[in-house]
Nanobody, 124 residues
Framework: QVQLVESGGGLVQAGGSLRLSCAAS????????MAWFRQAPGQERELVSA????????YYADSVKGRFTISRDNAKNTVYLQMNGLKPEDTAVYYC?????????????????WGQGTQVTVSS
């Protein structure tokens, strides 16, 4: 069983920055592909960014390319999402997800473990 705990959400003005963290309680964190999803009110959950086990491969949704950066520290069992140039449309609950895989996983259905989510609100 893998437990994921997100932190770093909050209220920020448009153009500001936040860094989300997701700490995983698992001994073999480096064996897991990780991702950040988000869900805005009334909308479906969508993939924001994903990273493979080593951090050597990443994926970004078109809406966040050039603004968000995903990274991981396998020694700390933590994945990060640096969010710069935030826009009101980035407002959502952000979820961390994990699955036992070495590749880059971009489908929500392939993730086995999910965090509780952290709220990000961007004011205009």
């Amino acid at each position: 069983q893998v437990q994921l705990v997100e932190s770093g959400g909050g209220l920020v003005q448009a153009g500001g920055s936040l860094r989300l963290s997701c700490a995983a309680s698992v001994r073999t964190f480096s064996h897991y592909a990780m991702a950040w999803f988000r869900q805005a009110p009334g909308q479906e959950r969508e993939l924001v960014s994903a990273i493979n086990w080593s951090g050597g491969r990443t994926y970004y949704a078109d809406s966040v390319k050039g603004r968000f950066t995903i990274s991981r520290d396998n020694a700390k069992n933590t994945v990060y999402l640096q969010m710069n140039g935030l826009k009101p449309e980035d407002t959502a609950v952000y979820y961390c997800a994990a699955t036992y895989a070495s590749g880059l996983i971009t489908k929500a259905g392939e993730y086995d473990y999910w965090g509780q989510g952290t709220q990000v609100t961007v004011s205009s």
